[in-house]
């Protein structure tokens, strides 16, 4: 009876244990077999700024690089041109009304959705987080807490600051404490990554994400035309890398000496990140994990360097200031060299990379997953993407929303007649946008049509072309720099 009984508990056992060592040999398996994301941003860098991207004069042998190697979408757009909300769609997928992060120093909301490293936790993934953060609201000055960390497992940032000079950039370490760096941020920042990369569990994917924050601008310069003009200065190293006398800049700019200042400086961090981004790819090569993993690069926004006669140097619907490179290499689908029309919008971007991925997820997004359709190139006649900008009322920036084709540009705005937030530029005949035809009666069913893109998408998203007057009288009791629980939208439809 005894040996029966003994039999009996071996065999329940042995069938007990066996789904368990089945499921956990399938989760090692699914492990093996998922890519690495490495995701590197900068932020105000226009996709014109890019020698890929055709500008002979710019100094980006790694971007060019990459680019041969994978796939460059033409058509990249920032969906809102400011920093906050471009990082708030990257990580969820979701439209800036619905995350929490609609304009800027606003938080990402913690609990509305699993974010971008939180789904690739669920998959066994090892997840970090590099540089500039931006997505904690209120004070600056301060580390991120655990909880607000989005699922990423290790976080180094300075969360935003713009001054990236060695012995002035810095980052908090894990106790709470600012540590200062000795190099240009960029570069620091990068080895951070490096060394991160070098200890990984080399039987688990990753994922991490490498924010570096120039060519933005970090404070302002009394030019030799007695005004004030943003500062891009950088490394002397780099500085020496251009002329400044030979620097080319966008046409129908008028030519001043405190312009140039400006190219030379923006230009020159360009080449310092694109030097940063190779470093991060010879450290994939070394690794030998070049060939499975999918490498992003992109940016928040563009400058418009004075272009336009702008006061900003973002927030605009022009091409200077949303078209961004986006470049996606990954040798397992994406050919080497490809080149595609597609039209890819900021809230597309989560759920395309994890196409790519094949990381399923049963939550649903915003934006679509173009993974298939980047590499068809094939775009259909209704295609287009949204842009907009929100305000609530604390700088100078404008209210406004619009669409963007494979051919048109067009913006407009309830509260300004302003010529820069009211749009319509046809880039196929004016590339560079110098001929407003904005009300252009030649061009009255073209924008009646993008007019109805417009308010298509707006009505998609629930917008009621909000602005500083809806959502101050709704901002919850917190302000909306410290608001960690409602979206705009939940509070816009409760008022």
């Not at 140097?313 to 949303?322: A, C, F, I």
Request: aromatic share 12%; proline share 5%.
């Amino acid at each position: 009876m005894k040996k029966r009984v003994l039999y009996s508990f071996i065999i329940f056992s042995i069938f007990s244990c066996k789904p368990n060592k089945v499921e956990n040999s399938q989760k090692i398996s699914e492990e093996k077999e998922l890519p690495n994301l490495v995701i590197v941003l900068s932020d105000q860098h226009s996709a014109d700024m890019v020698g890929a991207y055709g500008n002979t004069q710019i100094i980006t042998p790694n971007l060019d690089k990459l680019a041969s190697e994978g796939v460059l979408l033409e058509n990249a757009f920032s969906s809102q041109p400011v920093c906050t909300p471009f990082r708030g769609m990257l990580m969820s997928g979701m439209h800036p009304l619905k995350n929490g992060a609609f304009v800027n120093d606003v938080p990402l909301l913690p609990n509305k959705k699993k974010l971008l490293a939180e789904i690739l936790k669920e998959k066994g993934y090892q997840t970090a987080y590099f540089g500039k953060w931006h997505l904690l609201g209120g004070n600056r000055d301060r580390p991120i807490p655990k909880e607000l960390t989005y699922g990423f497992d290790k976080v180094l940032t300075n969360n935003c600051h713009v001054d990236f000079r060695p012995g002035k950039a810095f980052f908090w370490n894990k106790n709470g404490e600012k540590e200062f760096f000795n190099e240009w941020e960029p570069y620091a920042q990068t080895n951070q990554a490096i060394d991160y990369l070098k200890e990984i569990d080399t039987s688990k994917p990753f994922a991490i994400i490498v924010s570096l924050h120039p060519p933005h601008d970090w404070g302002k310069f009394k030019g030799e035309d007695g005004k004030m003009h943003y500062r891009y200065d950088t490394l002397d190293e780099l500085m020496k890398l251009y002329n400044r006398d030979e620097i080319e800049l966008r046409p129908d700019l008028k030519d001043t000496p405190d312009r140039r200042r400006m190219y030379h400086g923006h230009m020159a961090q360009i080449t310092g990140v694109d030097i940063a981004l190779g470093k991060l790819m010879n450290q994939l090569t070394t690794m030998n994990v070049a060939n499975n993993t999918v490498v992003a690069f992109t940016a928040d926004h563009g400058d418009m360097l004075e272009s336009h006669n702008a006061k900003l140097p973002k927030q605009y619907p022009h091409d200077y200031s949303n078209k961004i490179p986006f470049i996606i290499k990954y040798p397992k689908k994406i050919k080497a060299g490809l080149r595609t029309k597609t039209l890819l919008a900021t809230m597309d971007i989560l759920p395309t990379l994890l196409g790519y991925m094949n990381v399923d997820t049963n939550q649903s997004f915003d934006g679509k997953d173009l993974s298939e359709k980047i590499i068809a190139n094939k775009l259909k006649e209704n295609d287009y993407v949204p842009i907009w900008n929100y305000r609530i009322g604390r700088a100078r920036n404008s209210n406004w929303r619009g669409v963007e084709t494979e051919r048109y540009t067009f913006s407009t705005s309830k509260e300004s007649n302003n010529a820069l937030i009211n749009t319509l530029f046809d880039r196929e005949n004016d590339p560079h946008q110098l001929n407003n035809l904005y009300n252009n009666s030649s061009y009255a069913a073209i924008q009646k049509k993008l007019e109805g893109y417009t308010k298509e998408w707006m009505q998609k998203y629930h917008d009621e072309f909000y602005g500083a007057k809806e959502f101050n009288k709704v901002q919850p009791k917190s302000k909306w720099t410290y608001n960690y629980k409602y979206s705009p939208l939940e509070l816009l439809k409760n008022k």
